[in-house]
């Protein structure tokens, strides 16, 4: 995911998407635990999703004071 894509959606759309990506964090942490993980530049992509929504959603928030 670029940031142009994150940045053109709304606050909704964004909460969505970070839940979203959480939820398939926890999935693939927990294959990881149990050995199912194929995949494991995965990991690395959610996590950075997820701290680029969080990114651009606080500034955002910071825009809009």
Same mark, same amino acid.
């Given at each position: ?5 994150? #940045? ?5 759309? @964004?909460?969505?998407? @970070? ?8 999935? @693939? #942490? ?11 530049s995965r990991v690395?992509?959610?996590? #950075? ?7 651009? *959603? *606080? ?7």
């Amino acid at each position: 995911m670029k940031a142009e894509e994150v #940045r053109a959606m709304t606050a909704d759309q @964004l909460a969505d998407e @970070l839940a979203k990506l959480k939820k398939e964090q926890f999935n @693939l #942490r927990f294959q990881k635990a149990t050995g199912q993980l194929e995949k494991t530049s995965r990991v690395r992509e959610v996590r #950075r999703d997820i701290a680029r929504i969080k990114t651009i *959603a *606080a500034q955002a928030a910071e825009k809009g004071k």
